[in-house]
């Protein structure tokens, strides 16, 4: 059962079975570091060049402290993803919602990465769907947006199973592994989100 938790000054915690999204805390800083070094050749090519203190405590203390800054002005929201089931829950990846936008736009931003460890077993893709009656609902957000690699087929069909659509091809895009690089844009709209959501959701 899909199970949204949250409040202004509470953690926010969307479960679906033994997946589960829930804001990052400092006590997770062993578990994702762990995870991030051993995906590191697996992500590089997919995510800005690391800082020489990525991986520090030091530096994973700012990222919690950015996180609970912007979602408290609710401009953006950072989730872990967690499969449960286990001695303790494991940290798998994590997704993003970035430069929340209101006024006459009401849209957002979608990231995401994925432990080397369960790329390729549709985590990633139902995480995302879990995530979305989340934007859409309780957020009420209009349009979800997001980018990718032309070559980066996984995030590809991510985004396809759930619905967003491919809008076109920005010109070096963004900074990744420090090459500016073309990146493929997609969105989902509030409309065909509930136009074409599955009866079971």
């Known amino acids: 059962m899909l199970g949204p938790l949250f409040g202004r000054d509470s953690v926010i915690e969307i479960a ?3 997946l589960i999204l829930r804001q990052p805390r400092f006590a997770d800083y062993d578990q994702w570091r762990e995870v991030r070094l051993a995906s590191k ?3 590089t090519p997919f995510e800005p060049v690391w800082a020489d203190n990525e991986l520090s405590q030091t530096g994973f203390r700012a990222r ?3 996180y609970a800054k912007e979602s408290s002005e609710q401009s953006g929201y950072t989730f872990f993803l967690s499969l ?3 001695a303790a829950p494991e940290l798998v990846g994590g997704v993003t919602l970035s430069n929340i936008r209101r006024r006459a736009a ?4 979608l990231g995401y990465w994925m ?4 790329a390729g077993r549709g985590l990633m893709t139902r995480a995302v769907g879990v995530l979305l009656p989340f934007v859409f609902n309780e957020l009420r957000l209009h349009r979800l ?3 990718c690699l032309p ?3 996984a995030s590809i069909r991510v985004l396809e199973k759930n619905r967003f659509r491919k809008e076109g091809l920005a010109e070096n895009y963004l900074l990744i592994n420090g090459k500016w690089q073309d990146h493929l844009l997609f969105a989902l709209t509030l409309e065909r989100f509930l136009n074409q959501r599955p009866a079971s959701a």
């Open 16 to 18: 679906d079975g033994e």
């Open 41 to 43: 050749a697996f992500l």
């Open 64 to 66: 919690i402290r950015r």
């Open 84 to 86: 449960t089931g286990t």
């Open 106 to 109: 009401q849209s957002a931003s």
């Open 115 to 118: 432990s080397v460890k369960y």
């Open 145 to 147: 947006e997001a980018a």
């Open 151 to 153: 070559h980066n087929l």
